[in-house]
């Protein structure tokens, strides 16, 4: 995913920050001080960054590359790039990362992008069409199904689209409340002891959802200023409901702005200088 | 006991057509210079195993040396999707490819129980998960202390791993440092293991817990400075994200990607390979 | 998080009696000083937990603290039997002692589930040993891949696990080194996590993948130099084989053993106790 | 066990080594150079290292406590003396040891000591008489129930007398061939695929015993010089065989006596520094 996108249209200039800078920064505040966080590459990483950089100088980032506790100052292209282990407590093997961090149960949040997300915020990383046959083969799940359910919650960070939000998934890569919103709840005790709640938050750039109490169908819970709820209806491949108490997100604060702006400006200048590196060897 | 051979050499001598090998590496480490000494060889039908399939692999898979690709992610990390990956899953080209795909949970647990010398890993995974039911090799046992279902999966035994990593000493002993991943467990859960090092040197001069593999674990060295390049070797030099990114338009089209191969990897006089990705 | 707390606070607050607890150290890094504290403040009816108890578990023992022990080695390293054990299990003496037997594999094992949040460790062992007709906790799974009949034990999941280490940084994270043992896999399978260590210091300042424990996987820290001996902290001072050898005749004779118990540990003033060991 | 034991009688007195010194140097030439060999504390200890100091420099030795290829200069006193971890290549975890290193199918040679070995090779290292009621507790097992099986050979070495070798073990720790010598043989195929071929030595201070072929029974195939027959059969807890071809021991050569020598002089010294600060220390 590109990580700059350009305030979309005119209605959206009049405000002083673009619909990314207000997902961005709307998840971050999402992410307590002192929060153990799994964190996925991209919009997640972007989010949890920024929030240690803000209000949450102690939250404990996570990458599945192994890397505990680390904190880069530039945004990380891959999951594993060498400013994730520089910046680190410590570093431990993949292995230990799945079983001992997220499996041992020590995460309080994980979170996740995904190609798609369907009413029960079930995720799909893997395939467009049948397995066997598949119009897009996506990348993948890597980490994600068993962050999804070894994390005490899930935030789950995407952009707003007919293409992103699906009825339901093509295929379930990562189980947000299964096919009829009632799977964590149908989890044989033994089971259930050892997963988390779920999906509580799904921040887009229109608006954040979370799951509704019992259908556990994801609903509109706050809409970012300017946006009107028809925008979020179109954007959305059901009929999206919204709670009988729809907040307006607060706007982004000066300090979370440009401290999100310092740190794309830093990153792209270091990924520009890495270009560079390797337009030079390209040629030789 | 490891020796030291040419990359040439090892390579010959170890990989072959229809073998299973895992080319490990999480981001960090990852043996291209290995992987182009394969498709320089032209090995074919291939079942290649990876956590992270990236670049490197989309090539291989591109030159059609693979058949089958055991997987959890299967990605340009951070920009997007591989292309020679997909038009070998969706079209067919340059020939089919058999997925045989798991989580990185289930993956690493694989290694892991590989390297324990066990026959499957049993993990609390995929639940909830669709991968199951197009995956075969994910079951499950009960634990006889609780009841609890866990997902069963078996051990990942490949016939060969390579791995690159930092130094090896004058013995044959190696180094890995810094994002670690699961060379560690690729290597003890092959038949085979090759490495290839940044260097060659007297003592590797270590921390006591420091992630080290004996010379005996271990069957070839070849000494391969920017071995990992476009990824990186924590201490030598950075990932080349530039080179990630430039890769998407490349991979995108058949032809620039042979182009790109035949350039790059084909072509070149092994003194020359020996410096893409050299800064200057 | 963890918190910097006197040792006595730190066991007085975390340790109760009746729990199941672990002072864990592999020849290395055993937590005396913490042992010593429950000793003194009177702690009853702890099952314990280690894989070799040695001379600190023979003085728990001795001392009446423990109903049960979870273990599968209990001696004097290099030295002969514990005999305050063997007097509890032989005679009863101060107060029946319950075994619960394992493998050194299996305890390895079932720490590291447990600090994998599994309910069972699976293994390949006790072959042909009569270790499973005596220790109900030794059953047996099949794989669902080859058949194989393998062993399956519960994972370790002590209440508090108690280790000793080098050093804390000042947010709470502990570095482990040299003979790491199974202390990580203790802490991170334990309810509750306590730590001695020999110093508090501004920066851990070590290798990229060395044996740290973050704070937050920890509940108290209690800084005591000099903690682990008769045993031994790695870069801080040696083991002392000496002492080792002399506990053999002290523990022979019940009064002995208690009056060394009461001259060493139990009514020394604070002060006095921390220079147990010191070497002027 | 202690490490010194004076030389028994008269008419061994006239061999310029003691009996253990023969067991050590017997013990010591079992192991071929690059070998792995999982190292037993005490007398295999004290073989091994011996090799490791003659004719096998490159020995690999591997101690449970987690240290890798370990060279130490002096013989440990317990099985994780910091001796170990400075010389060794690298230090494991504890169950790493036994998960990657014993279980992984990496060891040459297990080598082991017992309180008790049977005619059918089976250790006893947890208790004399019955387990809910035992006469004597011993330490128990250790790391040697899987080093029994999991190492591709193992040698047994123990002093001879009718306490230590006895008819039937009262407890099978680690299984030798089992109770009636075809445990390995009837083993499923799934298991025997990983089970190594048991103890193929027994080196005592008397002489070297063997597996019979078939019955799996020990039999003596090699006798110390100077050791008569009628000695063994009176230290030996049942009928004690002999090969149709039993050979006499070759006697220590003198490098192997130096280096023993050596080495036992440079640990005691050793040891004796390390009881002089405890002397000093408890005096406080």
């Known amino acids: 995913m590109s990580d ?69 100052e530039v945004l990380p292209l891959s999951i594993g790039d060498g400013e994730l282990c520089e910046t680190a407590l410590t570093t431990v093997s993949v292995p230990e990362m799945f079983r001992y961090w997220l499996q041992g149960g020590r995460i309080d949040v994980g979170f996740l992008g995904a190609a798609q997300v369907d009413r029960y915020a079930n995720l799909n990383s893997t395939l467009i069409g049948d397995y066997r046959n598949p119009k897009v083969r996506l990348p993948g799940g890597g980490g994600a199904p068993e962050i999804g359910t070894h994390s005490r919650e899930v935030f789950i960070m995407l952009k707003h689209s007919k293409r992103t939000f699906v009825r339901d998934v093509d295929f379930i890569t990562t189980l947000g409340f299964g096919r009829d919103g009632q799977a964590r709840a149908q989890l044989p005790p033994q089971t259930a002891s050892h997963v988390g709640r779920g999906p509580t938050k799904v921040i887009t750039d229109l608006c954040v959802l979370a799951p509704e109490a019992g259908s556990n169908e994801l609903v509109v819970v706050s809409i970012h200023p300017g946006v009107s709820r028809d925008r979020i209806r179109d954007a959305t491949g059901w009929e999206i409901r919204f709670s009988d108490r729809v907040e307006v997100t607060p706007a982004p604060d000066a300090r979370s702005l440009e401290a999100l702006r310092a740190l794309k400006a830093r990153t792209e200048a270091h990924h520009d200088s890495a270009q560079a590196d390797f337009t030079a060897s390209a040629k030789e | 006991m490891a020796e030291f051979l040419s990359l040439e050499e090892a390579i010959s001598r170890y990989v072959e057509d229809g073998a299973t090998v895992a080319l490990e590496g999480f981001t960090h480490l990852i043996p291209y ?77 694989a290694y892991e129980a590989g390297a324990a010398g066990l026959p499957l890993a049993v993990m609390r995974g995929y639940i909830g998960s669709d991968l199951p039911q197009v995956n075969p090799d994910i079951r499950h046992i009960e634990c006889p202390f609780t009841g609890e279902k866990l997902a069963a999966i078996p051990s990942n035994r490949p016939d060969v791993a390579i791995i690159h990593a930092q130094k090896a000493d004058r013995a044959g002993n190696v180094l890995v440092e810094g994002i670690i991943g699961v060379q560690k467990e690729a290597v003890l859960a092959a038949r085979v293991a090759l490495v290839t090092v940044e260097e060659r040197v007297d003592e590797l001069d270590t921390h006591p817990n420091a992630c080290v593999l004996p010379a005996w674990t271990i069957d070839a060295i070849s000494v391969v400075p920017r071995g990992a390049w476009p990824s990186y070797a924590h201490g030598y030099y950075a990932r080349d994200n530039g080179f990630y990114k430039s890769w998407d338009a490349i991979a995108r089209d058949r032809d620039a990607f042979a182009a790109w191969m035949r350039e790059h990897v084909i072509e070149p006089q092994s003194a020359e390979r020996s410096t893409i990705g050299s800064p200057s």
């Open chain 1, 4 to 72: 700059t996108v350009p305030v979309r249209d005119g209605a959206d200039a009049a405000l002083d920050y673009s619909f990314e800078e207000m997902m961005t920064v709307t998840a971050a505040r999402a992410l307590g001080n002192g929060t153990t966080c799994f964190v996925g590459i991209g919009l997640p990483s972007q989010a949890a960054n920024l929030a240690r950089l803000t209000h949450a100088p102690e939250v404990v980032l996570i990458y599945e590359s192994g890397t505990v506790q680390t904190r880069p």
């Open chain 2, 33 to 109: 210079a290995a992987g182009h000494e394969i498709i320089r060889q032209g090995r074919r039908e291939l079942t290649l195993m990876r956590m992270t399939p990236d670049i490197l692999y989309d090539q291989m898979i591109g030159m059609g040396c693979a058949r089958k690709l055991i997987f959890s992610w299967g990605g340009n990390p951070g920009v997007g999707s591989l292309h020679r990956m997909r038009d070998a899953v969706e079209r067919g080209y340059p020939r089919p490819l058999e997925l045989l795909e798991h989580s990185h949970a289930a993956m690493a647990h």
